[in-house]
């Protein structure tokens, strides 16, 4: 069963972090029992939360998981934007591909409307 909670230990992502010369930051991983299967690395600001790398296994179930998580965080703080500072292409057309950014534009302006279109997945033609 696939399980996303926030990592207690940072530093199998020290570099990623510094990467990004990122001192604090947040990292939630994807789970499936023990084996940690993705991973989503971001920091809340109070206007955004700004996620800078994402990995999914391949899996774009679990690149879903990781975002929504991350954006249902950011709502319960208040947060309404977002900006994906990934600088990994074919990533970026996945995170696409899921509709949570358009084009070339790499942020979400109303964080509500994407969690309020995912009611509405189970009724897309895509998915019958």
Do not use: W
Request: a negative charge; aromatic letters at 6%; charged letters at 25%.
């Amino acid at each position: 069963m696939l399980t996303i909670l926030q990592a207690q230990d940072l530093a199998p992502y020290a570099d990623i972090l510094a990467t990004h010369g990122l001192t604090e930051a947040m990292v939630s991983e994807a789970k499936d029992g023990a084996a940690v299967i993705g991973h989503i690395v971001y920091r809340y600001t109070p206007e955004e939360v700004v996620i800078y790398d994402v990995q999914d296994g391949g899996a774009i179930d679990v690149l879903d998981g990781l975002v929504r998580a991350v954006l249902f965080k950011a709502e319960l703080r208040g947060i309404e934007a977002a900006v994906f500072r990934v600088n990994d292409e074919p990533m970026m057309a996945r995170v696409r591909l899921l509709g949570f950014v358009k084009n070339d534009e790499n942020k979400i302006d109303n964080i509500a409307d994407i969690m309020e279109s995912c009611k509405k997945c189970g009724h897309s033609p895509a998915n019958t």
